[in-house]
């Protein structure tokens, strides 16, 4: 059923042609994060995945509710939970896909580099368990600021001596389902036919829309493109606004993380079809990381799509150019924090 919600046209023509794909159960997947706001609703649509046989649910705290309660549900996955830094490790072992969305949110009046210094260090902690346990899986990383916590990510995995970059993944899809949402309703399209890239960052003007690319390929005026494209960059902080202290987006993240955890389960399982923009180690452009479409496959990313950045509007190139020194300052953040540690 996930597949199909999840999928566009084209990833669903591909699915019907593939027959020959495991229709059993057989991925398990771990959030670390998983009693929280993002971590409730993620673990529900994950386990809502026919392509699950184990859901392991770590947290600090709470955990062990939300696994009773989420294992009552009649479909193929165990659910399994883990409490505390004694049990990490037992609930990383022989998993496939890790995702991380531990760590505070954001209140009105913050931005997301304001939680670094509580955010990095429980992202390095919680990597440093993933290296030891399960080197091998694929690691979505949700915890802000994304622009600093995959370069930590990089630098503890290289540390560890088991850093694969084609297998440590910024989940930025939230971007990318917020612009395919406000350009159709704007454009009055069907929203299954909307598809925009997003590339560079997950932060502020770092997190570039790229119009000109909207698959079906239709025209947007310039007050058209400054409006909408300031819609995504703050839709963030629209959601941090509206929830006035309580928080920042956990249910429309749930579903943006729920389908990237898809598409990596469908590559993992043989599905040779299947894109998506992360902020993953990238050689793009002159920055070590960079959001933008990839190609995944059973290895993790197969390759970085470059056409994406190849005939961009002046708007686009302008801003491309502006987010580099923002998006460098963060990267460089996170490289310098995980270094300096002991
Ligand atoms: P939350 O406070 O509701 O939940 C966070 C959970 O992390 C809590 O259950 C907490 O107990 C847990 N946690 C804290 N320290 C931990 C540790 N050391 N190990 C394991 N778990 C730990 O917050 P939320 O709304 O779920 O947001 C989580 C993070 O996701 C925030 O940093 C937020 O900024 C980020 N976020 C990212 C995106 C994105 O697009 N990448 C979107 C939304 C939110
Ligand atoms: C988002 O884009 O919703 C998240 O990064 C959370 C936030 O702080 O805005």
Redesign the pocket.
Known sequence: ALRGSFASKAQKSSQRSQHHLNPQASYKVAI?????????PLALLIKMSPLVSALHL??????KGVAADLSHCNTPSKVLDFTG?SE?ADSLKAVNVVV???????KPGMT?DD?FN??A??VK??VEAVADNCPDAFIH??????NS?VPIAAEVLKQKGVYNPKKLF??????VVRANTFVAQKKNLKLIDVDVPVVGG?AGITILPLLSKTKPSISFSDEEVQELTARIQNA?TE?VEAKAGA????L??AY??ARFVESSLRALDGDGDVYECTFVQSDLTELPFFASRVKIGKNGVEAIISSDLQGLSEYEKKALEALKPELKASIEKGIAFAQKQP
């Open positions: 670390l994060g998983a009693a929280g706001g993002i971590g409730q770590y947290d600090i705290a709470n955990v830094a990490l991380i969305p531990a760590g505070v949110p954001r997301r939680l509580i955010n260090n429980i902690t919680l990383i949700i915890s802000n600021p994304v916590t910024g989940v930025t899809t939230l971007d997950h963030g959601v928080g920042s987006a956990t429309s993240m943006g993380a």
